[in-house]
T-cell receptor
Framework: SQQGEEDPQALSIQEGENATMNCSYK?????LQWYRQNSGRGLVHLIL?????REKHSGRLRVTLDTSKKSSSLLITASRAADTASYFC????????????FGKGTKLTVNP | DGGITQSPKYLFRKEGQNVTLSCEQN?????MYWYRQDPGQGLRLIYY???????QKGDIAEGYSVSREKKESFPLTVTSAQKNPTAFYLC??????????????FGPGTRLTVL
């Protein structure tokens, strides 16, 4: 079962622009995580936001979480060609489950 | 270097064959996971393990088997009962939820193709 649904499915921007990706989920969560995947590679963890947090920053990344709307957004500022990748949100549900449920991802292309 | 490794990178299987994918980690993580990824799709959980000699089915366990004889190792066998095994397989590990953050660390993946 897939809980997170990313939007848009694909996004193409120019270098220097900001990229925003959204994630919606269905059940109550402990935390929400964003991962990046370069083509043909494994996923890399980017940032984790807990259910009692509303916003978190890490370098050029900004994540927001709205638990009332069951949604999160990932903002990449001043994008670079090297940011081209697929981005996935993953939710850890309440109840102490060690499992993450991944969405289908947003494919981001940053054109030089 | 601490990390998680998978082998082989590419694997070809004939119809009716069982194949085993290797996953090793030296991060001292208790939990390990196997996912399947199809083109343009997210990750689907096959099996996971929190402790040696114990593992649980994920969402798509049919046609797969695992073992966890050592903390560092979590091999996945794709059996002939798996009707559509061609996919990209990812192994991951993490600490347990009670130990703090549960972000997962991924291996580089194995691409399995059925001939």
């Amino acid at each position: 079962s897939q809980q997170g649904e990313e939007d848009p499915q694909a996004l193409s921007i120019q270098e220097g622009e900001n990229a925003t990706m959204n994630c919606s989920y269905k059940t109550s969560i402990n935390n929400l995580q964003w991962y990046r995947q370069n083509s043909g590679r494994g996923l890399v963890h980017l940032i984790l936001i807990r259910s009692n947090e509303r916003e978190k920053h890490s370098g050029r990344l900004r994540v927001t979480l709205d638990t009332s709307k069951k949604s999160s957004s990932l903002l990449i500022t001043a994008s670079r060609a090297a940011d081209t990748a697929s981005y996935f949100c993953a939710t850890a549900t309440q109840g102490g489950s060690e499992k993450l449920v991944f969405g289908k991802g947003t494919k981001l292309t940053v054109n030089p | 270097d601490g990390g998680i490794t998978q082998s082989p990178k590419y694997l070809f299987r004939k119809e009716g064959q069982n194949v085993t994918l290797s996953c090793e980690q030296n991060l001292n993580h208790d939990a390990m996971y196997w996912y399947r990824q199809d083109p343009g799709q997210g990750l689907r959980l096959i099996y996971y393990s929190q402790i040696v000699n114990d593992f649980q089915k994920g969402d798509i366990a049919e046609g797969y088997s695992v073992s966890r004889e050592k903390k560092e190792s979590f091999p996945l066998t794709v059996t002939s009962a798996q009707k559509n095994p061609t996919a990209f397989y990812l192994c991951a590990s993490s600490t347990l939820p009670g130990q703090g953050r549960n972000e997962q660390f991924f291996g580089p993946g194995t691409r399995l193709t059925v001939l």
